[in-house]
């Protein structure tokens, strides 16, 4: 029986890349190579670490990676393109050659995909254009207010619109990658590699379940509330409604409520909720008490409470939360 022809892929490189971000996608896809689907045939993958001029490229972690130019694709087809990002926003602008190689040739890629805040190099090239994207929690924000264009759905561990695929912060490439082995090669080869890799083919719930703060805070424009959240954490059992919020911001109830949800995309009895769920996720990752005692202590009246709120916030059930993310 013939083997299938191996897929090329193409993965970016650049100065000040995350050594991460590249080698996660990278390591999936060498080990997808190395185990046959269910019809008996191993398809390899071709991965090319590429970079403008190629030779050594500094990563983000200290560590060089040696690269090909990209002028050694110019005659090869590449079936997928992988843009991998870096620990700053800002190092993803500065190789405006990369971007400009890649608002051309992407377009002739069966997929193209992006690792955390690689999202902003295919947003500065042009090619997310009113199209579904996400990148790192910390940094859904700005993606959204610099490209308005783009409709960002910050909680999610990745996003495929069309011949698009971007991922959320930095792991969540793998999780990118096992998607495009399971769609090239079957879920059971996808399931090895997860094995191979320990961990989960599809991890439940978004990325925010993932960060210890809430991404509002991080990506506000001012700290207007800042001290008001505090106050909250601290109080989780008081009685948090929008008048006694409004009384300690020293506002009125009506324009408190409006210039809250104005600053922080989400009104203040989501954002209390939120600042409760979180409190609760953390006492599920670092203590053994009962989970309807947690649920009163962060404000929560029972247990069920708390579950309805953790299935809006984080996707999963208390218990498989802890399940899952409990410290030994």
């Not at 254009?129 to 790192?136: F, K, L």
């Not at 971007?166 to 990118?176: E, N, R």
């Not at 954490?233 to 009125?252: F, P």
């Not at 409006?258 to 009895?269: D, F, G, I, V």
Request: with cysteine; glycine share 6%.
């Amino acid at each position: 029986m013939s083997q299938p022809r191996p897929i090329r892929v193409a993965i970016a490189a650049y100065d000040g890349v995350s050594l991460l971000d590249l080698s996660g996608p990278l390591e999936a896809l060498r080990m997808a190579s190395t185990h046959p689907n269910h019809l008996g045939n191993t398809i390899a993958y071709d991965c090319r670490v590429v970079s403008v001029r190629g030779g050594t490229v500094m990563t983000a972690d200290g560590l060089g990676l040696v690269t090909q130019p990209l002028g050694t694709l110019d005659r090869a087809s590449i079936d997928t393109l992988i843009v991998p990002g870096a620990c700053n926003v800002d190092d993803v602008f500065r190789d405006r050659e990369l971007i400009n190689w890649l608002r051309r040739r992407a377009p002739k890629c069966r997929r193209v995909c992006s690792v955390c805040i690689g999202t902003f190099l295919l947003a500065e090239a042009g090619l997310l254009r009113g199209r579904r994207a996400v990148t790192h929690w910390m940094h859904c924000a700005l993606l959204a207010t610099r490209y308005p264009e783009i409709t960002v759905e910050p909680d999610a561990i990745y996003v495929r619109d069309g011949a698009i695929w971007t991922s959320a912060g930095v792991t969540t490439g793998i999780d990118l990658a096992l998607a495009l082995i399971e769609q090239d090669c079957g879920r059971a080869v996808a399931m090895h590699v997860a094995r191979v890799l320990v961990v989960y083919l599809r991890r439940t719930g978004g990325q925010s379940q993932y960060s210890a703060l809430l991404a509002s805070q991080v990506e506000s424009a001012t700290e207007t509330f800042a001290d008001l959240e505090r106050w909250i954490a601290e109080n989780l059992t008081m009685d948090l409604h929008v008048e006694r919020l409004a009384e300690r911001a020293g506002m009125s109830p009506r324009n408190f409520a409006r210039r809250y949800t104005a600053e922080r995309k989400r009104t203040p009895a989501r954002a209390v909720e939120s600042i409760r769920v979180d409190a609760a996720r953390r006492a599920l990752e670092e203590t053994a008490d009962r989970i309807d005692e947690i649920a009163r202590r962060c404000g929560f009246s029972n247990e069920e409470q708390l579950r309805g709120a953790f299935a809006r916030h984080v996707g999963i059930p208390p218990r498989a939360y802890r399940a899952r993310f409990a410290a030994a």
